[in-house]
């Protein structure tokens, strides 16, 4: 696969090519139109390859390269009306905004729940999330996996990460489509909270006695994060 802004290699294999040099014209269709474009393959053992250059490739999608003409550098033959044909793909690069994932505060213990909600800049597909986490909790260059569908997605922060209470930030570094290979970086945090679980002694719990009718009064003192 090719990703958006990058050139794309043509590679060329003709059996009856002697050693040489060559220039070649050629057409684009589909997702890129352009005509007569011109490039120069060395064909060494029938093989060699030329750059289509990026600047011709501004749209995602499938594009058609036709070859249509191609001269012999050395001897000035040249063919035309070839007619040879080959469909290659442009693939987006992935994308993702602070505005486009959302993490609740979480109790000690349990996992956190990252939602994506994209708005455009991953189409469906594998993606690999690379982040890390500062505050009460520190691990750094994590990766998590999430499938992407509709523009929606949700991976999981392990709780194994999150084994302290307080204000915890993860902060994206990068996302790759597992699909084209295509990736970006990204510099965006998000903070939440680990809370911690509240604690009641039972020898910090009292009911004092009560006659028959009367309502019950539990009094809890010294009890921890309630």
Known sequence: PICLGQNAIANLNGPALPNGSYSLTYDLSGANNSTANLATVTITATNGSFTIPNTLLTNTGVTNITLTLL?????GCTVSGLSITD??????IPSLDVDEVTINDICIGSDASVEIISLGGL??????IDYS???ANGPSNQSANVVITGGNGVFTIPSGLLTNTGTTTITFTGVTNLDTTCSSLLNFSINFLVNALPDVNPNEFLIDDI???QDAIGVIFNALNL
């Open 71 to 75: 001269t012999n550098n050395t001897t």
């Open 133 to 135: 986490i500062s505050g």
């Open 211 to 213: 006659c028959l009718g």
């Open 123 to 128: 189409i469906d597909g594998n993606y690999q």
């Open 87 to 92: 469909d290659f793909i442009i693939s987006p």
